[in-house]
T-cell receptor, first 115, second 113 residues
């Protein structure tokens, strides 16, 4: 159990376009989802925390108008990178947590390349 | 806020040897300590976790110990195998709803056969 999926796994887009990444909890209800960004050989950097039905809480330095997060249901959260630029190229990973329990489960990640 | 330090950053062992990774945390309110394994190009996988009311937990070749007084916890892998090669992250949180995990910087474990 406790499976989290992400789609797409890889995406290449042109500078100035927007990209949407989906994160789904497949076998449990995720009251909270988290979005992380990871650069090569570095740890996970928390971007935002998303509670179902509420506005996301962004970490300091993360532009909320650039990284739009929606958590409309207990099994789906989306991250939209708007007006993407090459510096937005990175590995984006979501995680999900149920209301009960401490465990946080991660998706497989999405490799974004902006050309 | 919470700060998690992880050591060593890299660890090389021979197949069959044991590997130990150590983490310290700063916030005494933290009560949940998971360990994740991340293979190249994949998301982190939860391999074991421990809560503050327990001092040690074991799952086959993997064990985690927690010393709340000293605010440190460790991951122990016995009888290492080449497939254990990966990046391992420790994390800490207070377990409250909506609270994110605070991660260490990771340890790259290499197991040579």
């Amino acid at each position: 159990g406790a499976v989290v999926s992400q789609h797409p796994s890889r995406v290449i887009c042109k500078s100035g376009t927007s990209v949407k990444i989906e994160c789904r909890s497949l076998d449990f209800q995720a009251t909270t989802m988290f979005w992380y960004r990871q650069f090569p050989k570095q740890s996970l950097m928390l971007m935002a925390t998303s509670n179902e039905g509420s506005k996301a809480t962004y970490e300091q330095g993360v532009e909320k108008d650039k990284f739009l997060i929606n958590h409309a249901s207990l099994t789906l959260s989306t991250l939209t990178v708007t007006s993407a630029h090459p510096e937005d190229s990175s590995f984006y990973i979501c995680s999900a947590k149920a209301a009960s329990g401490y465990e946080q489960y991660f998706g497989p990640g999405t490799r974004l390349t902006v050309t | 806020g919470e700060n998690v330090e992880q050591h060593p950053s890299t660890l090389s062992v021979q197949e069959g040897d044991s590997a130990v990774i150590k983490c310290t945390y700063s916030d005494s309110a933290s009560n949940y300590f998971p360990w994740y394994k991340q293979e190249l190009g994949k998301g982190p996988q939860l391999i074991i976790d421990i809560r503050s009311n327990v001092g040690e937990k074991k799952d086959q070749r993997i064990a985690v110990t927690l010393n709340k007084t000293a605010k440190h916890f460790s991951l122990h892998i016995t009888e290492t195998q080449p497939e254990d090669s990966a990046v391992y992250f420790c994390a800490a949180s207070n377990g409250q709803a909506g609270t994110a995990l605070i991660f260490g910087k990771g340890t790259t474990l290499s197991v040579s056969s």
